[in-house]
């Protein structure tokens, strides 16, 4: 970090109290002269800031302990950041469940909930549902909807940067839907939306397969693939949020229709009913000859796909997740064909976080937002240079 | 830019002459006046800075105009940047053909040479190629070899940060060649080796069909395509350097080889003959229906193969080059399927570069490594931070 030397007197407050902050943060409860150590700051700026902390309500004083005896005088007062101060929400609005994770300031899921909903719901019905589990889930862990700091929100389609869905095929209503607004109304603080798919690779490079790499493509194996990447750790977006949307690669006239693909009768598959997927995956397990050749077209296209991702970014590892049952099955064809390929096949996983992995992203997005906030000196100062 | 206020005084000057020649090179000749009011640097600085780039070569003080008159006193002296001061070479080594482009230290082009090579040549026939181009075009510039400060050169395959070819099928005997050491002994400058199609997207985004663009995809066409790829301004070259390597992507069992693509006998062209290519294209043109039919095999084909990139990166711009002749056929198909079938579709351009596309890109890598090592302020103060 830069030495000020001058300038903004409220600046140098902020950035006092954000490294003071950060300190107490990363450790257990610390005295006054713990931080003057950590932060390098002199004992009466470290005390007025942590004075200024308590009053907002992000730091507390922690009782001493009662049982505890010291050698001489009465023990130094010691202090520990508030994560419970606020809370964070993670949300997956998917075409066949809502899910909520509540979480406190440093990350931690405290509680979580989920709901179904039907593929064909209206976005009021669907929002009403998100509603319906967020207040549920706020009542059983006590928690204040006033205490919320950030809520994140994952959802299928492309999504600009104010929260608004520009196409969004997968849900009814989805496309032009002002989603970031319409759940604003519902909470105080800010809320942030993100394509469901990454939220999904933010989430498993923070505490899924993926925590050991910066260059990952997480693919969302529906009947009609999407893709997140990490590009040296920072989400690859594309220039219009459209990066990943695999999916229209097989309306190139050449190949059969997702909703064919699984099909084990001839007629359709609904694109969104992971449930029959699911079954077909079990029936070729059993050693069905059509599901076993339904799940062989589905493999062969999903490694296609995956192939065309590898191929354009490159990545160190590609997680594969989004269904919820079956997906071991397509690990070793995927490394297989990758291995014959690709010139630098990659690593190829399974998601650790499988149902979770899309409201997890949420969550981390919308951490990163408070911590940019509190937390972030170095941003602050450069700004101001 | 940061005020330093104490540490390394070689540091200080070396920013200081950095900043110097920074307001030269940008303008036209200046005086000391000028550079003090342009700098924000003490005359006395200026002065002693001046004499230092002076001694180096790099500055030099233009002759007082000798019909001018003045109203009083002798003319102030007046410098110069000596973009002759040193020289650059950006080098193709292509498939049939190598070429090079000299420039002086701001980058404009002075001269070129080119030569046919068989596409069979080994890499010592290729090297040797290299070397003979490159000391005809000195030789015929009176350029000596000693002020070349830096070559870029552009190539197909994979190419490792140290120059070595970890993968190149396109050129034989090219994989696992240590290009750069082989190039280093004809050169006493830094050699950077970079794969042909990111060299080629660096170009177009300096100079040719992407100069308002950031995000930017450029295809080289050839019948079996790659691609190199500007994300935010920067080339993503991808974790082991093989993005936009998108050409097996036919590879997958249902696609036709690709030197079957373009063939109108049933006989598989060779995938190196632009040449026949470049006659089956001609001839669609006259309105052979085997030629049309071979020519629509390959739009299809590079459609699918654009459709994957833009579908994975999302990119603003796609522009097409690699091809010699007929590429401008393509443009109409491509543009109407992308806008079928990608979310956000891209504008799609010709390669304005045309065949310079690949030595152009390697020369701007070559000025970017010595722009970064004469003008570097701001990265030399961060870096001592």
Chains 1, 2 share one sequence.
Not at 184 to 206: G, I, M, Q, T, Y
Not at 216 to 244: D, E, K, M, N, T
Not at 254 to 261: G, L, T, W
Not at 313 to 324: A, K, R
Request: with cysteine.
């Amino acid at each position: 970090m830069g030495r000020l030397t001058g300038g903004d007197p409220s600046l140098l407050r902020r950035i006092n109290s954000a490294v003071v902050l950060h300190a107490l943060r990363d450790g257990a409860s610390t005295t006054l002269t713990g931080l003057v150590q950590l932060t390098g700051l002199s004992r009466p700026t470290v005390e007025g800031v942590v004075e200024g902390l308590i009053e907002s309500g992000l730091v507390v004083e922690v009782p001493a302990e009662e049982g505890r005896t010291r050698r001489q005088g009465r023990p130094a007062r010691r202090f520990r950041f508030r994560t419970e101060a606020g809370y964070l929400l993670g949300i997956e609005i998917g075409s066949h469940r809502v899910a909520a994770l509540l979480a406190d300031l440093r990350g931690r899921v405290t509680d979580s909930a989920s709901r179904d909903v039907s593929e064909a719901a209206s976005p009021d019905e669907r929002l009403d549902r998100v509603r319906a589990t967020v207040a549920d889930l706020l009542r059983r862990a006590g928690v204040p909807r006033s205490s919320l700091r950030a809520v994140g929100v994952g959802t299928p389609g492309i999504v600009e940067a104010d929260g608004t869905v520009t196409l969004g095929t997968a849900l009814p209503g989805w496309t032009g839907l002002p989603l970031g607004d319409r759940l604003k109304r519902s909470f105080r603080c800010p809320v942030l939306v993100e394509n469901d798919a990454n939220a999904a690779v933010v989430a498993e490079h923070w505490k899924g397969a993926g925590t050991d790499s910066e260059d990952i493509v997480f693919v969302l194996a529906g009947l009609s693939p999407g893709a997140g990447s990490l590009i040296g750790g920072r989400l690859h977006r594309g220039y219009g949020g459209a990066a990943g949307e695999i999916g229209a690669l097989h309306l190139l006239g050449r190949e059969a229709k997702p909703e064919q693909v699984l099909s084990t009768t001839g007629e359709p598959l609904h694109p969104l009913d992971e449930a029959a997927g699911a079954r077909v995956f079990a029936r070729a397990g059993e050693g069905d000859p059509l599901a076993r050749d339904a799940v062989e077209r589905f493999i062969r296209r999903l490694v296609h796909d995956v192939a065309a991702l590898v191929l354009a970014l490159d990545p160190e590892l590609v997680v594969v997740g989004g269904w919820p049952a079956g997906l071991d099955g397509v690990l070793e064809p995927l490394r297989r064909e990758l291995a014959r390929y690709c010139l630098r096949p990659p690593r190829v996983e399974l998601s650790t976080l499988g149902e979770a992995a899309v409201a997890t992203g949420a969550l981390r997005l919308a951490l990163d937002h408070v911590e940019e906030r509190l937390f972030a000196v170095e941003g602050t100062v450069t700004a101001r240079r």
